[in-house]
C-alpha cells in the first residue's frame, strides 16, 4: 500500500473514531465528565505539581465529593421506598 493511502485510511479511522467517541459522549455525559477531570488531574500531576498543596486539596475534595455522592444519592433513594412493598417484591 502506498504512503499516501495508508496515511488517508489512518485519518479515515481516525475521524471514525472521533464520531464515535462524540456520539458516546453525548449519551453519557457523566462518564465523559468524570473523563475529562481525571485527565485534567493526571495532566496536572505528571506535570510535576503533586507537592502543591492545592493539589492535594483539589484531589481531597474531587475524592469527597465522589464519596459523598455515591453513598448519599443511593441511599436518598431507598429511604423513599416503602419497606413492606420492597420487602414483598423481593
Known sequence: MPPDAQTEAD????LHDLRYAARQMLRQPVFATVAVVTL????????????????????ALGLSAATF??????????ARVDPIIALRRG
Not at 40 to 59: D, L, N, Q, S, Y
Open 69 to 78: 455522592t455515591a453513598s448519599y444519592l443511593p441511599a436518598r433513594r431507598a
Open 11 to 14: 485519518m479515515e479511522a481516525l
Open 40 to 59: 485534567a488531574i493526571g495532566k496536572r500531576v505528571v506535570r510535576g505539581e503533586p507537592a502543591r498543596p492545592r493539589t492535594f486539596a483539589g484531589v
